[in-house]
């Protein structure tokens, strides 16, 4: 059993991991771990093919949908619990950004927005808004019979 999670771990799952072959649990949860999933993780003989429980979630790996199938196959055929971190529970293991998608729950989605173009709308009519409040009340200080003699008597 190794328990890493919280452990502030960075970069790539190391294959030497593979070679421990009584391990039955890896929890590596909410670190920093990036880089591909490793192929071993979806062969069913790695860790003497031990391995009956696999956490992830909380890292930020790259998500590849193959490599997700392979280890989601592994994970159903040898009855290894993949934990919450990755489809159909959720898709944490590769960062905030994904979420299980609805129509084909073992993938993911990128949800990530991009707020950019919708902040320089909102902007632009805060701005228009703004100017033309102005104006009015320029206007009306200005020329205050201006307005009444335009309203019908």
């Known amino acids: 059993m190794v328990r890493l999670n919280l452990a ?9 991991l593979s070679s421990l072959a009584y391990l039955q649990e890896l929890d590596l949860a909410a670190n920093r771990i990036s880089g591909e999933l490793p192929p071993w993780l979806s062969d069913a ?62 993938t993911c989605v990128d949800c990530s927005v991009d707020l950019l173009g919708p902040l320089v709308l909102l902007a632009l009519c805060v701005s228009c808004f703004v100017a033309g409040l102005a104006f009015y009340i320029r206007l009306f200080t200005r020329h205050p019979l201006a307005m009444i003699r335009g309203s019908p008597a």
Request: aromatic share 6%.
């Open 8 to 16: 502030g771990f960075d970069g790539e799952l190391p294959s030497s």
């Open 45 to 106: 003989r790695a860790c003497g093919g031990a391995l009956a429980s696999l956490e992830l979630g909380g890292n930020q790996l790259a998500y590849d949908e193959a490599a997700v199938a392979r280890l989601l196959d592994r994970c159903r055929s040898s009855g290894t619990s993949c934990g919450a971190g990755l489809p159909p529970n959720a898709c944490r293991a590769f960062g905030d950004k994904w979420q299980v998608r609805l129509e084909r729950p073992t």
